[in-house]
């Protein structure tokens, strides 16, 4: 039998085996830094080495320590002393004086990202996002909770069998830049989980802010152990790698960009943990010759409001109708420019380059940055193996397009392509449709606008994050996380 050793120190040198017949060797920088104590984890796709220094994987493992605890006392805590939570948690936030509080927080985050040219879409605490915050906690006081619920009974002579819901157990949240979500992820309280979150340097402060003002009074007002709503308090990668490593958990979501959310989903299925992954985003709206033209403009404008994960990203244009389609595309194109007050971008497939003038592809506009203002070519050529790139815009509304011979060949690239994530054809054949919906390998399939990718919207419940299906479709759930979809089966035998 093998003898287990623990390592306290690195070579540079040393091969380290992953993927059964890969290997990735350790560099002198990375064996100088490492100490007695310290982790190194292997992204199983990249090889690339993670360190994990032994203060992070401390924070990170006793944050999942006191949410475990936690978890074990909620199996005492009634469902109405988990509704006086969250109506708790939302009076704080409809607090002025707790909120005024919170912007202040916020302001220096903000301005800590913007200096350091980083996104600040989605992490300027608002009034708008005050009241979704509020109005989604609220939501969890009239949701039903699946603890204790018998889902379904199996009679027999002279017993019955009975299956029933039961809290799954810790569940983590790594997410970046949305302080938001810190409430929107407590949904999982609801069926008797714990959760414990962690965040990125962005909104850290705004956060914490959040935790010590609202959250946790609220926990001590409604009964709740003080554990179960749970932050990592540490800005560094390390950490959310350390946590995701934690065989303890019950679930691990990640929401964020690709590369990030797919080292940690491989790091959490290393651990044997489940996962739910939110990770590139970009919609596809594809218009057929039987496209009705008012109706694709519409859904084109109402698709980018604002950029985020369903926002529209790459439009199909059947041949047949781009010359009646390609103006209006422009023109609602414009008209959501116009209403970000920044001019469009269009990234367009190379060999559909006689879809515009020269002098249009000669054309430099100023588009609107993380980093600012930066002088680009307003149209871009690229190749086709790119039309699925999820583009991440800031105040610029930004898309690509390319032009197919029929829907079919459009489903082919959206397959191929895209992440798999959502999908819209516009046409107002029934039959089209119909086989679009069959042939397209996404969760989400609609057709109109792509925005109503939402779990609030579309459910009318808080959203803990949307999966794509780039990584296989998901075992025994929609892509749509909520709070009530977090829970296990017990079955247990009567006699009667």
Same mark, same amino acid.
């Given at each position: 039998?093998?003898?287990?050793?623990?390592?306290?120190?690195?070579?540079?040198?040393?091969?380290?085996?992953?993927?059964?017949?890969?290997?990735?060797?350790?560099?002198?920088?990375?064996?100088?830094?490492?100490?007695?104590?310290?982790?190194?984890?292997?992204?199983?796709?990249?090889? #690339?080495?993670?360190?994990?220094?032994?203060?992070?994987?401390? $924070?990170?493992?006793?944050?999942?320590?006191?949410?475990?605890?936690?978890?074990?006392?909620?199996?005492?805590?009634?469902?109405?002393?988990?509704?006086?939570?969250?109506?708790?948690?939302?009076?704080?936030?409809? %607090?002025?004086?707790?909120? %005024?509080?919170?912007?202040? !927080?916020?302001?220096?985050? !903000?301005?800590?990202?913007?200096?350091?040219?980083?996104?600040?879409?989605?992490?300027?605490?608002?009034?708008?996002?005050?009241?979704?915050?509020? *109005?989604?906690?609220?939501?969890?006081?009239?949701?039903?909770?699946?603890?204790?619920?018998?889902?379904?009974?199996?009679?027999?002579?002279?017993?019955?069998?009975?299956? $029933?819901?039961?809290?799954?157990?810790?569940?983590?949240?790594?997410? #970046? &830049?949305?302080?938001?979500?810190?409430?929107?992820?407590?949904?999982?309280?609801?069926? &008797?989980?714990?959760?414990?979150?962690?965040?990125?340097?962005?909104?850290?402060?705004?956060?914490?802010?959040?935790?010590?003002?609202?959250?946790?009074?609220?926990?001590?007002?409604?009964?709740?152990?003080?554990?179960?709503?749970?932050?990592?308090?540490?800005?560094?990668?390390?950490? &959310? /790698?350390?946590?995701?490593?934690?065989?303890?958990?019950?679930?691990?979501?990640?929401?964020?960009?690709?590369?990030?959310?797919?080292?940690?989903?491989?790091?959490?299925?290393?651990?044997?943990?489940?996962?739910?992954?939110?990770?590139?985003?970009?919609?596809?709206?594809?218009?057929?010759?039987?496209?009705?033209?008012?109706?694709?403009?519409?859904? !084109?404008?109402?698709?980018?409001?604002?950029?985020?994960?369903?926002?529209?990203?790459?439009?199909?244009?059947?041949?047949?109708?781009?010359?009646?389609?390609?103006?209006?595309?422009?023109?609602?194109?414009?008209?959501?420019? %116009?209403?970000? &007050?920044?001019?469009?971008?269009?990234?367009?497939?190379?060999?559909?380059?006689?879809?515009?003038?020269? *002098?249009?592809?000669?054309?430099?506009?100023?588009?609107?940055?993380?980093?600012?203002?930066?002088?680009?070519?307003?149209? *871009?050529?690229?190749?086709?193996?790119? $039309?699925?790139?999820? /583009? *991440? /815009?800031?105040?610029?509304?930004?898309?690509?397009?390319?032009?197919?011979?029929?829907?079919?060949?459009?489903?082919?690239?959206?397959?191929?392509?895209?992440?798999?994530?959502?999908?819209?054809?516009?046409? #107002?054949?029934?039959?089209?449709?119909?086989?679009?919906?069959?042939?397209?390998?996404?969760?989400?399939?609609?057709?109109?606008?792509?925005? /109503?990718?939402?779990?609030?919207?579309?459910?009318?419940?808080?959203?803990?994050?949307?999966?794509?299906?780039?990584?296989?479709?998901?075992?025994?759930?929609?892509?749509?996380?909520?709070?009530?979809?977090?829970?296990? !089966?017990?079955?247990?035998?009567?006699?009667?």
């Amino acid at each position: 039998m093998n003898k287990i050793e623990t390592v306290n120190h690195l070579e540079a040198g040393t091969s380290v085996l992953f993927g059964g017949d890969k290997r990735v060797r350790i560099d002198a920088g990375l064996a100088a830094r490492f100490q007695p104590g310290d982790s190194l984890e292997i992204a199983p796709k990249t090889g #690339e080495l993670l360190y994990i220094p032994a203060r992070e994987k401390a $924070i990170a493992r006793g944050a999942v320590s006191r949410a475990l605890k936690a978890f074990e006392s909620m199996r005492s805590v009634s469902d109405r002393a988990i509704e006086g939570f969250f109506g708790a948690f939302a009076e704080g936030l409809a %607090d002025d004086r707790v909120w %005024d509080r919170v912007v202040e !927080v916020n302001r220096a985050d !903000v301005a800590d990202a913007k200096a350091r040219g980083r996104s600040t879409v989605r992490l300027e605490a608002n009034e708008k996002m005050r009241l979704g915050m509020i *109005e989604g906690l609220r939501g969890w006081i009239e949701a039903p909770s699946r603890r204790g619920q018998i889902l379904e009974t199996v009679k027999h002579e002279g017993f019955r069998v009975e299956l $029933i819901g039961a809290a799954l157990g810790v569940v983590a949240f790594i997410f #970046e &830049g949305r302080p938001n979500v810190l409430a929107d992820a407590c949904g999982v309280i609801r069926g &008797g989980n714990t959760v414990v979150f962690r965040i990125g340097r962005d909104a850290l402060k705004t956060a914490k802010a959040i935790m010590d003002l609202a959250l946790n009074p609220a926990l001590e007002k409604a009964g709740l152990p003080s554990g179960a709503a749970t932050l990592v308090e540490s800005s560094s990668h390390a950490s &959310g /790698w350390a946590m995701f490593c934690d065989g303890r958990l019950s679930l691990a979501v990640a929401r964020g960009s690709g590369h990030a959310v797919e080292t940690l989903g491989s790091l959490a299925r290393q651990a044997g943990v489940a996962t739910s992954l939110h990770g590139t985003g970009g919609a596809w709206i594809i218009a057929s010759e039987k496209a009705d033209a008012q109706t694709f403009g519409e859904a !084109v404008y109402r698709s980018l409001d604002r950029k985020v994960c369903n926002t529209l990203n790459t439009v199909c244009l059947t041949r047949a109708v781009a010359g009646e389609l390609f103006p209006v595309l422009c023109k609602n194109l414009q008209k959501a420019a %116009d209403r970000r &007050g920044h001019p469009w971008k269009m990234h367009l497939s190379r060999h559909d380059r006689g879809l515009v003038e020269p *002098e249009d592809l000669g054309r430099v506009v100023g588009i609107a940055r993380a980093e600012g203002i930066v002088q680009e070519h307003q149209i *871009e050529l690229i190749d086709l193996e790119d $039309i699925g790139k999820e /583009w *991440e /815009w800031e105040g610029s509304p930004e898309i690509a397009l390319t032009l197919v011979d029929s829907v079919d060949e459009a489903v082919s690239l959206c397959n191929r392509y895209s992440p798999q994530f959502v999908g819209s054809l516009i046409s #107002e054949d029934a039959t089209e449709q119909k086989h679009f919906y069959e042939s397209l390998n996404a969760p989400f399939v609609g057709d109109s606008f792509t925005r /109503w990718v939402d779990g609030q919207y579309a459910l009318r419940k808080p959203e803990l994050g949307l999966s794509n299906w780039q990584n296989g479709r998901l075992f025994g759930r929609g892509s749509i996380l909520s709070g009530d979809s977090v829970f296990t !089966v017990r079955t247990r035998y009567i006699r009667e």
